[in-house]
């Protein structure tokens, strides 16, 4: 018997320096080229191969126009150093190993070892890791709100009940976005690999002092940025990979759904109840079970007539959002599939033969969305639900799910004509689900060129917010799954992804009537808010467990309507920015290390703080209030920050915090979004400290705001001495508001306050119970300046 070779790493030592520009250096060793390029002035590429050239063209990265950046390369005996204004970028000519300073000799980043490559396990990046550190982002992982010390692997699967509670070995989910950021002692840094095909990230967990990534196929091209804080990696990655568009406003209401409301009957009933309950609700969804044999853009016998349905439906205020899989039913008789086969419109394998994979159809072929006649033919079969009036697409099973096949997916070797060339499934299996998002989304502008796509995925890759929404999968009706919940969104909203939720209640299992209150609760502070369960669970319907928790999930569910104006606004400033909406402690106070580890609370933009129930017959909790004075929102009462308090929690309340200086706008209570248009816009201030809300209106539905039609302003609020300045900034923009008074609502005034506006003296309204000075100004489209004493 022959002795087993073992194949050593080959690596990328022994560099030599082949090449120079303005932007960075090629160099060459015996392993392939390796190139290092300034893509701008915080920011780093560094792609290997080991072909003689470099592949081009990203399913995640677009287009975009950098500030230009000169870099000068000096060459040294041992290395090489690639010197900007605000970095230094050193790699040593004989190892292979780098580091990165910043201008105060700072270390950045740096590798352990030289860059290495095997045909078996691909190429592989060590990262040091110092003893402070931790790690962000990942997108959709489970575990805590730092992977520090943890092994995740990019590879989306289709999964069942995906907490870590539940699998603690669960490595992977639905989503795959291999973009991570470095925390070290309030400075950051991030990572991302682009490379759809499989990952394994291990962040100090065989090798304390290592982060090692690993990619099975492709080549090394890996972005490193360089930014001090959050903010700079964010708005730096978000530009790199791109930024969500606003969706439709309904989109931020509360929604229905259940797998599935069996007929037509059942959700009649079920919009009948939220209205007669007053209970407000924007969206109800439908689930596979209204399909005709789960044919997907099909409506089958227990749903007749859907056209007139969605009508009726709408008149009472509703929208309906339409699941769609990726699986076409392998049927002669079924029009979608035999088109599919006339465009030639499938995947293949090796041998040019459509792929067939059992799902919920049962045998069924899936479309290459990775092709653009595909996406446009999808487009149009997508047509027969938009003309029934289906106001968004919820793309699920989208990895793509298998349930027959080896992997549970296509075939390793499937094939997939690309627009970078033919790829291997292999090679882009995270990217699947992303191209049916797009496609759904040019599918929703083909039919509807004027209003704003609703979709919904499943699967994803980094970049997929350009196309679609992320809500979190299958989840379980278990507190720990609550709890999960929040690090989870923290860290897709990190990745790009801001528009994000998991499903109110649990999906799957049997909730109890005080998980969904605490569920709810926290649910309507994240943005997206869904109530989902699977067809073997109890009913989740808010009215289902009694009056008391009913009363708690309808004040909740109200209050999301009532924060509708601020929610807004942050949606506009993640699309503008790729600010994230729900936004971890470190967001905001990079510098406390309590507040930089917490994960079981959040901030609904800067100044609200949201500390959720996250275990059964708790009436109490312990919440970090980051430095600044904090008020309850609940009863006003202030706490100095840099410390816990205990927070009082009875199921009724959940608890939660404004900062001194928040300006929270305010809308009415109404059954859904446009119901009630009211000339009025309520501004609650706390005073004592300062604070800035960024105004942000247009007409709700169509992409006008994108030529200039939405209306914005700076409302600032500052504290001086005794005194409370606020500035309702000059309008811009085109769209015409229909605002005509600003109401002040003034918290914290034990008496009755003076008030001037630009100069002037104003009498202001003043209820001594509840310590609140009123004040109503007509809206102008110049600049208000006030002072209240």
């Not at 998991?502 to 869904?530: N, V």
Request: net charge positive; glycine share 10%.
């Amino acid at each position: 018997m022959g002795k087993r070779v073992v194949r050593k790493p080959v690596q990328f030592t022994a560099l030599k320096l082949k090449s120079v520009s303005a932007q960075g250096m090629s160099l060459a060793s015996k392993a392939g080229p390796l190139e290092v390029s300034v893509i701008a002035p915080d920011l780093i590429r560094i792609r290997a191969t080991r072909n003689k050239s470099f592949s081009e063209g990203s399913f995640a990265v677009i287009p975009c126009t950098w500030p230009e950046v000169k870099a000068a390369v000096r060459e040294g005996k041992q290395s090489v150093t690639l010197r900007t204004e605000q970095f230094s970028f050193q790699i040593d000519k004989l190892k292979g190993t780098w580091r990165i300073t910043d201008a105060n000799g700072w270390t950045v980043l740096s590798n352990s070892d030289a860059i290495e490559h095997t045909k078996k396990s691909g190429f592989t990046l060590r990262l040091g890791l110092e003893g402070k550190d931790q790690i962000l982002g990942l997108g959709e992982t489970t575990g805590p709100l730092n992977k520090r010390g943890l092994i995740r692997e990019f590879w989306n699967i289709d999964v069942l009940g995906h907490a870590s509670c539940m699998f603690p070995a669960l490595k992977n989910l639905y989503v795959s976005i291999p973009f991570g950021i470095g925390i070290r002692e309030g400075r950051t840094y991030g990572v991302f690999w682009d490379n759809p095909g499989k990952q394994v990230w291990d962040m100090g967990c065989t090798r304390d002092d290592a982060w090692q990534l690993t990619a099975a196929t492709g080549e090394l091209d890996v972005y490193l940025f360089l930014g001090g804080y959050l903010p700079q990696i964010n708005q730096r990655y978000t530009e790199l990979t791109g930024r969500m568009s606003l969706p439709p406003k309904w989109a931020l209401g509360y929604q229905q759904s259940r797998y599935g409301y069996p007929t037509r009957k059942h959700i009649e009933d079920v919009a009948r109840t939220y209205r007669k309950k007053k209970i407000p609700c924007d969206v109800l969804h439908l689930d596979i079970m209204h399909m005709d044999g789960y044919r997907v853009f099909t409506f089958g016998k227990t749903f007749p007539k859907p056209k007139e349905l969605v009508r009726q439906l709408g008149k009472q205020g509703f929208k309906c959002v339409s699941i769609v899989d990726p699986g076409v039913k392998v049927d002669r008789k079924f029009g979608v599939y035999q088109r599919g086969r006339k465009q030639k419109a499938f995947v293949k394998d090796a041998k040019g033969k459509d792929i067939i994979g059992k799902v919920w159809p049962g045998r069924s072929a899936y479309p290459d969305f990775f092709q653009e006649k595909v996406r446009q033919w999808w487009a149009t079969e997508q047509a027969a639900i938009a003309q029934a009036g289906i106001a968004g697409i919820w793309n699920d099973m989208n990895e793509p799910s298998a349930f027959d096949l080896p992997s549970k997916t296509l075939p390793l070797d499937a094939q997939h004509m690309t627009e970078l060339g033919e790829k291997a499934h292999g090679e882009v299996h995270n990217v699947y689900g992303h191209m049916m998002a797009r496609a759904s989304q040019e599918g929703m502008l083909a039919n509807a060129p004027e209003q704003r796509p609703f979709v919904i995925t499943r699967s994803g890759y980094a970049g997929v917010q350009r196309y679609a929404m992320v809500w979190t999968g299958d989840n379980s009706s278990v507190w720990e799954h609550l709890a999960e919940s929040i690090p989870m969104l923290l860290n897709l909203s990190l990745s790009g992804v801001p528009f994000c939720g998991a499903d109110a209640g649990g999906f799957l299992e049997h909730t109890t009537g005080e998980l969904l209150a605490r569920w709810t609760q926290m649910a309507a502070f994240t943005p997206f808010f869904r109530n989902h369960t699977n067809n073997e669970s109890r009913d989740q319907e808010p009215w289902t467990f009694g009056p008391e928790v009913e009363a708690v999930c309808k004040r909740y569910i109200e209050l999301r309507y009532q924060l509708l104006p601020y929610l807004y606004c942050l949606f506009a400033e993640a699309q503008r920015d790729g600010t994230p909406i729900m936004r971890s402690l470190a967001w905001h106070h990079p510098q406390d290390p309590v507040a930089v580890a917490c994960g079981d609370q959040f901030l609904l933009g800067e100044n609200v703080l949201v500390a959720p129930i996250l275990l059964p017959g708790s009436v109490a909790r312990s919440v970090y209030l980051p430095r600044g004075t904090w008020f309850s929102f609940w009863n006003g009462e202030a706490f100095d920050g840099g410390q816990h308090i205990v927070a009082h929690a009875p199921l009724d309340t959940m608890p939660v915090f404004v900062r001194a200086g928040t300006i929270l706008p305010f809308g009415p209570v109404q059954q859904y979004v446009g119901e009630i248009t009211e000339p009025l816009q309520t501004l609650h201030i706390w005073p004592g400290g300062s604070g800035v809300l960024e105004w942000y209106e247009d007409d709700g539905a169509t992409n006008d705001y994108l030529t200039g039609k939405y209306h914005r302003r700076r409302i600032e609020t500052k504290s001086i001495g005794e005194e409370t300045e606020i500035i309702i900034g000059a309008g811009e923009g085109e769209y015409e508001s229909p605002l005509q008074v600003w109401r002040i609502m003034l918290h914290q005034q034990d008496k009755k306050p003076k008030l001037r506006i630009n100069g002037r003296r104003f009498d202001v309204h003043y209820e001594a119970d509840w310590g609140l000075a009123i004040i109503d100004l007509p809206v102008v489209a110049g600049e208000i300046r006030m002072r209240v004493r």
